[in-house]
């Protein structure tokens, strides 16, 4: 957000510079006014930016914590994998022992 700020602030900053030198060019009173309609458009359009800015920021940050509960989702699977090939393991090895001791008798 600061780099918008720091945009707004170079608008502004540029055209009250622009405006003083239309003032100490002996600018009509016409010139003034659209000078100041300008201003007021340029003020309109840097709110609107940070306006969208803010929006887009909130977007993102939402995003990120969806991003984070997938993760955590994810990592839950995979640990009920685990856990499951696990099982399947164990049951298959114990199910190898019971044949070669059938086998045996």
């Known amino acids: 957000m600061s780099l918008s700020r720091s945009v707004r602030t170079s608008v502004l900053t540029?055209?009250?510079?622009?405006?003083?030198?239309l003032l100490g060019g002996c600018a009509s009173s016409g010139d003034v006014d659209?000078?100041?309609?300008?201003?007021?458009?340029?003020q309109q359009t840097a709110d609107q930016a940070m306006k969208a800015a803010a929006a887009a920021q909130a977007s993102a940050d939402n995003a990120g914590?969806?991003?984070d509960q997938a993760m955590t989702v994810a990592n839950q699977s995979n640990q009920t994998a685990n856990q499951a090939n696990q099982t399947a393991t164990d049951?298959?090895?114990?199910?190898d022992r019971m044949f070669k001791k059938t086998m045996m008798k």
Request: glycine share 4%; aromatic share 0%.
């Open 65 to 67: 914590k969806k991003a």
């Open 34 to 42: 659209k000078l100041r309609a300008d201003v007021t458009r340029a």
């Open 91 to 95: 049951a298959n090895q114990r199910l």
């Open 14 to 21: 540029s055209l009250l510079g622009a405006s003083l030198l």
